[in-house]
């Protein structure tokens, strides 16, 4: 864990090791909150969590029993094979929707009993516009089938969850960072990492239930699903 302050709530990131998860988890801390920092590589500032692993998921479940959580954001993620239809091989396909859909799915399940002991009771998965039915192929043509793949399978889990959780009052919801410069994004990305986190922190502590199961980007747009 990375930082422990009084009572302003935790917050737990998925893939805080780099990238937009990395700059969130400053932000968070930056705001005073207790920050449960998860990354692959065990640390003192961090809790090991392999996404792709089901054993390393239920093991962060059993380490934070009892431990309430306000927040959760599934923010790790992989791009997977980029070269289209032809270069598409079964095991890079279920290992990107692994770590992209299931995981997300499996750490609902491991946390809710913390998220429902938390006071802000918010899930957040962050999505992408590219697994958009209705825009993702808009302004894009490429050959991220895997990938696109994922992130629509996890707009459908996001709607699930949000129906499922809305009896235990947890909010949950997609959130599309924007084209983002980071290692997944790129150099030649629009947007600079602080300006998306900023933006997507913004949404998220503005989040209730009556923000659930909604698909946003960081600058406030609704994003068709
Ligand atoms: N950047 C963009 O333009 C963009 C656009 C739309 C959506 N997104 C989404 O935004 C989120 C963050 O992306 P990013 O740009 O920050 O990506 P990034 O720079 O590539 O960082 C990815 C993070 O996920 C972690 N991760 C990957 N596999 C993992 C695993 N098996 N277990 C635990 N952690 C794992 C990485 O950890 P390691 O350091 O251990 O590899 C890293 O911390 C992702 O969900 C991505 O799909 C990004």
Not at 137 to 151: F, I, L, N, P, W
Not at 187 to 204: Q, R, Y
Request: with cysteine; proline share 2%; aromatic share 4%.
């Amino acid at each position: 864990m990375t930082s422990s302050t009084a009572d302003s709530g935790t917050v737990l990131i998925t893939g805080a090791s780099r990238g937009l998860g990395r700059t969130l988890a400053g932000l968070y801390a930056a705001a005073g909150m207790r920050i449960i920092a998860c990354m692959r590589q065990a640390s003192p500032a961090a809790e090991a969590l392999d996404v792709a692993d089901e054993g390393s998921i239920a093991a962060l479940g059993e380490r934070l029993c009892g431990q309430p959580v306000d927040i959760v954001i599934n923010n790790a993620a992989i791009r997977g094979d980029t070269g289209g239809l032809d270069t598409l091989e079964t095991g890079d396909f279920l290992e990107v929707m692994r770590i992209n859909a299931l995981a997300p799915l499996l750490l609902a399940r491991a946390l809710r009993p913390n998220l429902l002991a938390g006071r802000r009771k918010v899930l957040v998965n962050i999505g992408s516009r590219a697994g958009s039915l209705a825009e993702g192929t808009v302004d894009d043509e490429d050959g991220d089938y895997a990938y696109r793949c994922s992130k629509a399978a996890l707009n459908m889990a996001t709607v699930k969850l949000a129906q499922d959780f809305r009896r235990d009052g947890i909010a949950v919801i997609s959130l599309h960072p924007g084209w983002v410069r980071t290692d997944m994004g790129g150099a030649e990305a629009t947007i600079d990492v602080a300006e998306s986190a900023a933006g997507l922190k913004a949404l998220i502590d503005a989040t209730t239930l009556a923000e659930t199961g909604s698909f946003r980007a960081y600058d406030g747009r609704t994003v068709a699903w």
